[in-house]
């Protein structure tokens, strides 16, 4: 049996939480720390490196995985200054909590890209950390920089990948940050993973062995499917095999196990947001099928009871830091406000049990709406609280439609840039062929055509989506929505009067589809409906995501200020306040 504990602890400024899996059974002298990569890279193999951490634990080796300052639901941001330093500083300080924890003698590192380069640094400047394994690497960061810079897109501040700011004090840090020349590392073993079958740094390689580490050299097969989300139990094995090798039994270790000696750690935290104290807690709801994760923000200082709570669902496999950390902030913002808020894991994504990888189908099933309401009977039992605003995008706004439409305590709903409100297993399959069929049909397409610069394979890929489409078509047009569902879901809301906004960028085929079949949201002080131009399904962007923060405060206070004026409110102030004397 595994057990896993969420933990924060400090590191310098810092507080970053952790998530700790042991064995049931004690034993060994070994811990591993998992360092994860940066911005998007983390988002990707968030999954698959909890996977990683459970496989060393049922191989006997304690393993803690945790948030980089400024990432995830660790405390900091993008701004900070200093950020490349705390970073390799928060790599000694997790050896030194997951030693503090389990008390092993002794830590190894699994460093993933950036996360390699942080551990290897950390080493070089005297860390007690011993072997390494290192994924996917370079020498320096101007490399990296430069490999960021192809995906990425120029800011005001610096330039964003993926949805995440590397400010221009931190791409100064990043420019000079170099492995070329390593001190002594001692007898250190390190194994060289390249990003399956991409050359690996050789110059890092020349410089771990000159420094005297005896270093292996893999193939890191899987590492393009650990960032679509696909644990790479092939690495996992390897890099177990790896440290055990040398595992030698601890008698130190703590009798009747690591899972009681932990259950005694509280799971809470103090974070600022703009200043202001918020708790965080870590927060789970046991299921029959599992339990799932979630992080919930109060604020720090409680003056009168919580009548509202903020669910923030997983946008598609993303966890529920949401999509660029955007649900973090949005979180610290309202608590630091006085609203408390649930950011949380559905079973098989992020931090919570379930299966390793949902498919598309699973994450539209309505039957995922039977945890979004476990967690708000979880959150009326122990909070008292009685209405609900839930955001969400993709799959998370297909949830949150849905909540809408069946849940009474869900007053409001953002949804953003959702991809169905009725989920159809076809979907996908006839926006292909409606896609296919509009290129063949496009007078550039058919000009490149006669100069021979599109691809045969292309041009029978096309043909035969187009003749799918024209046999489909003979049976009779197929609507991609449902104009009796929709009718009666946005009478529902009518009915209810639940606030409902959607979001869309441009180029979303829902909104497109809306358009063509004449299923745009009625015109009520209920549904509002937003266009945000020139971005992505995700709002990658600064500015797109900071248009987003802006419409999710609106609606957030529009829809209290109609509240705000309740018996029931009133009522429930004064049993709260007579209870506290």
């Not at 079949?517 to 399904?537: F, I, K, L, W, Y």
Request: hydrophobic share 45%.
């Amino acid at each position: 049996m595994i057990y896993t504990q969420h933990r924060w602890f400090r590191s310098g400024a810092n507080t970053l939480l952790g998530h700790l899996d042991v064995p049931e059974t004690a034993g060994g002298s070994l811990g591993v720390l998992i360092v994860p990569p940066f911005a998007w890279e983390d988002v990707c193999s968030y999954r698959p490196l909890r996977f990683l951490g459970r496989t060393l634990a049922a191989n006997g080796i304690p393993a803690l995985r945790f948030d980089l300052p400024g990432m995830g639901d660790s405390s900091g941001g993008a701004l900070d200054q200093g950020l490349l330093e705390a970073w390799i500083q928060s790599v000694n300080d997790a050896a030194t909590e997951l030693r503090a924890a389990t008390g092993v003698q002794e830590v190894a590192v699994v460093g993933i890209r950036m996360g390699a380069m942080l551990a290897v640094s950390a080493a070089a400047r005297g860390a007690n950390i011993q072997d390494l394994v290192l994924w996917g690497p370079s020498a320096t960061g101007r490399a990296m920089l430069r490999e960021m810079r192809a995906f990425g897109a120029m800011e005001r501040l610096g330039f964003q990948i993926g949805g995440f700011l590397i400010t221009t004090e931190t791409q100064r840090a990043l420019e000079s940050f170099a492995l070329s020349a390593l001190p002594a590392m001692g007898n250190r073993r390190i194994l060289f993973l390249s990003r399956d079958n991409l050359p690996a740094d050789v110059k890092l390689i020349q410089s771990l062995e000159a420094s005297g580490a005896t270093v292996e050299t893999a193939i890191g097969t899987g590492y393009a499917a650990m960032m679509e989300g696909i644990p790479p139990s092939g690495i996992n094995l390897a890099i177990t095999e790896f440290f055990t090798k040398t595992l030698p039994h601890n008698p130190d270790a703590p009798e009747g196990g690591l899972s009681r000696l932990l259950e005694e750690r509280p799971a809470k935290a103090v974070v600022a947001s703009e200043g202001t104290p918020v708790s965080e807690t870590v927060y789970r709801i046991n299921r029959s099928s599992g339990a799932m994760f979630g992080i919930l923000a109060e604020p720090e200082a409680k003056h009168h009871p919580t009548e509202w709570c903020i669910l923030f669902l997983n946008p598609g496999p993303v966890r529920h830091t949401g999509p660029n950390r955007m649900w973090v902030e949005a979180a610290r913002r309202w608590a630091a406000q006085g609203i408390v808020s649930l950011r949380m894991d559905l079973l098989g994504i992020g931090e919570s049990d379930g299966e390793s990888l949902l498919t598309v189908d699973e994450l539209y099933r309505v039957e995922m709406l039977e945890q979004v309401e476990a967690a708000m009977d979880s959150l009326r039992s122990r909070l008292g609280v009685q209405r609900f605003a839930v955001i969400g995008l993709c799959s998370g706004a297909f949830l949150a439609f849905q909540g809408a439409i069946r849940i009474p305590d869900i007053r409001t709903a953002i949804l953003l840039n959702p991809r169905a409100f009725f989920w159809d297993p076809e979907l996908d399959r006839r926006r292909l062929t409606r896609d296919a069929v509009k290129k063949l049909g496009a007078w550039r397409d058919w000009r490149r055509l006669a100069r021979g610069q599109v691809p045969l394979e292309h041009i029978k890929r096309a043909l035969r989506r187009a003749f799918g489409s024209i046999r489909e078509a003979q049976v009779g047009p197929h609507r991609q929505l449902q104009p009796e569902a929709m009718a009666n879901a946005w009478a529902s809301i009518e009915r209810s009067q639940v606030r409902v906004t959607l979001a869309f960028a441009d180029d979303e085929p829902l909104l497109e589809e809306m358009e063509e079949e004449g299923q745009m949201p009625p015109e009520t002080s209920r549904v509002r409906c937003v266009r945000v131009a020139n971005c992505d399904h995700t709002f990658r962007p600064l500015w797109a995501q900071k248009f987003i923060h802006e419409l999710i405060d609106s609606e957030l206070h529009e829809v209290l200020r109609e509240s705000r004026v309740n018996p029931t409110d009133e009522a429930r102030e004064k049993q709260w306040a007579a209870s506290q004397k």
